[in-house]
């Protein structure tokens, strides 16, 4: 049988114990004579005779191992046979993980413990394990591990939706469900998607998909209904609806067969280009060789298409000729060289041009010349050392002071350059030496022009040509105005003179300005004169 004993504390809390009669309450509980409290003694002592504060007082003088200023019950580690049944708060000290507050009587260094104010712990053998914050986290030092779980209903999941989260979907295989179906699969060979897959717009800088060793190389989007594909954060190439734009050459990974050319058709995929050989282009009709491109010879497997107004003959030995009826020379295939011969053309019907456009081509002017026709009109020459213009020349570059839009192959950072609106500079070496712009020329090199003369200086000015500034002599600086000197600033040290001549009207000569003796201009002042 067993019976319950209540124990009031002296803050008003009550403790009852479901223990056996007879039984000891921990060796750490004796009474005022100093032996060990049995249940019944507990009870008698308890039922005594006078007021409730005055039994508190007989408990407050019980004997204890930890003292407590708020609960003067206390029970130590020591096995209590039976059972417990507490229906108010039971407080312990705060405890450690080597010693937790609450443990067993088997595993002391099991149990839980307050780790700070705000959280509580729970040790194994003396070691944090788990800890519960009040406000923000549960953190464990150990794996947390949860039944398989399915798809319907996972392993972590949701308290407010039980049927999304993550579960095991098989040996190596991590699920991800929502809303009870499997919506993405991890294994140790793939990641498998349920549904459309969504990212970011990306840049080629930062593609959408990248990889974690090559993040600025990978695929995302350019606009609408248009995805780009990315290398070393460059756009490669374009994939829109209807067409497919490559911003770089496109190299063929297989050379290609005749019969699985390595360009071809999804509907016709024996037909196409391949290489045959080293620097040789091939075309397939049906898996069969048709047509030959290599460095010296084009080589055709069956017979040529002609127009009706024009006929094919020669022979393997000597070349073919393609002629009018008039049996004027069209075209001629030299046998030993390979060449492709044509007619001269002209500006209005050039030899080579376009189906779209047959007045845009080449053609031959004249010897060692040939011209290139846009619309019918001569817009470029190429003669036997000369490039000759027909039409302005625009560089599709502005260039810069290292790399000139205009400049020589064999000094390419020499030459003319566009450096920014209505400007055009000028570099040497690969630096700016001369800028000009719609209001100012500025130069940063030293600037040497021709002597020049009175009547045409070396600098004058686009109204009056004859008046301006010139190399008069050695070491001296003339001015003109009309075609004769009027200034001269030389370099002269003679002694009472200036380094100034003036041109004197009334003799029609040039003449040295000297200077006076001390004060003959006044006191202070020197008199500048010339010769009578």
Request: hydrophobic residues 40%; proline residues 4%.
């Amino acid at each position: 049988m067993k019976v319950k004993v209540a124990v009031a504390c002296t803050v008003g809390k009550v403790v009852v114990i479901d223990t056996d009669p007879g039984a000891q309450i921990g060796t750490s509980l004796r009474g005022p004579n100093g032996n060990v409290l049995s249940v019944d003694e507990l009870r008698a002592l308890l039922a005594g005779s006078g007021s409730t504060a005055a039994r508190h007082r007989d408990l407050q003088g019980l004997q204890q191992g930890n003292d407590h200023p708020q609960y003067p019950l206390k029970f130590g580690r020591e096995t209590v046979k039976g059972q417990w049944d507490f229906t108010q708060q039971v407080w312990g000290k705060n405890g450690t993980a080597a010693s937790p507050t609450f443990s067993f009587t088997s595993a002391p260094t099991n149990g839980m413990y307050l780790v700070n104010p705000t959280t509580i712990g729970f040790a194994t053998e003396g070691v944090l394990r788990f800890s519960i914050n009040e406000t923000s986290t549960a953190i464990s030092t150990l794996p947390i591990r949860g039944p398989d779980g399915s798809a319907a209903a996972p392993t972590f999941s949701f308290s407010s939706d039980t049927n999304t989260g993550v579960y095991l979907a098989g040996v190596d295989n991590v699920g991800i469900s929502t809303g009870g179906t499997l919506r993405f699969d991890i294994s140790t060979t793939r990641n498998t998607w349920t549904l459309p897959h969504g990212g970011a717009t990306g840049s080629a800088a930062t593609p959408t998909w990248s990889f974690s060793g090559d993040t600025n190389t990978g695929m995302y989007r350019i606009g609408t209904d248009n995805m780009g594909f990315a290398a070393n954060g460059i756009l490669q190439l374009e994939v829109l609806d209807g067409a497919i734009i490559s911003h770089t050459p496109i190299k063929a990974g297989i050379a290609g067969t005749a019969g699985a050319p390595a360009y071809s058709w999804s509907a016709d995929d024996n037909t196409g280009i391949y290489n045959s050989g080293a620097d040789t282009i091939a075309f397939s009709a049906g898996g069969a060789l048709r047509f030959s491109i290599n460095s010296s010879i084009i080589t055709c497997v069956l017979p040529l298409s002609i127009p009706s107004t024009s006929y094919f003959r020669g022979n393997a030995a000597s070349g073919y000729r393609f002629n009018n009826e008039a049996d004027t020379l069209n075209l001629l295939i030299i046998r030993d060289s390979g060449e492709l011969r044509a007619l001269d053309g002209t500006v209005d019907t050039p030899i080579y041009a376009f189906i779209s456009d047959p007045n845009t081509g080449l053609y031959r002017i004249g010897t060692d010349n040939m011209g290139f026709a846009a619309n019918g009109i001569l817009q470029l020459e190429v003669l036997d050392g000369a490039i000759i213009s027909h039409t302005p020349m625009k560089a599709g570059i502005a260039g810069t002071a290292g790399a000139p839009a205009y400049s020589w192959s064999a000094d390419d950072n020499t030459g003319i350059y566009n450096s920014g609106a209505d400007t055009i500079a000028f570099s040497t070496g690969g630096a700016q030496r001369l800028r000009i712009s719609n209001s100012v020329a500025t130069y940063s090199v030293l600037l040497n022009v021709p002597d020049g003369s009175a009547a045409s200086p070396s600098w004058g000015f686009e109204t009056d040509g004859n008046s301006g500034i010139f190399l008069a002599a050695a070491n001296a600086v003339g001015v003109s105005a009309d075609g004769v000197e009027a200034v001269r600033v030389d370099a002269n040290a003679t002694a009472g003179n200036t380094r100034f001549m003036l041109y004197d009207v009334d003799n029609g000569t040039l003449e040295r300005v000297s200077v006076g003796a001390a004060d003959s201009g006044g006191a202070g002042f020197k008199v500048l004169r010339i010769p009578n």
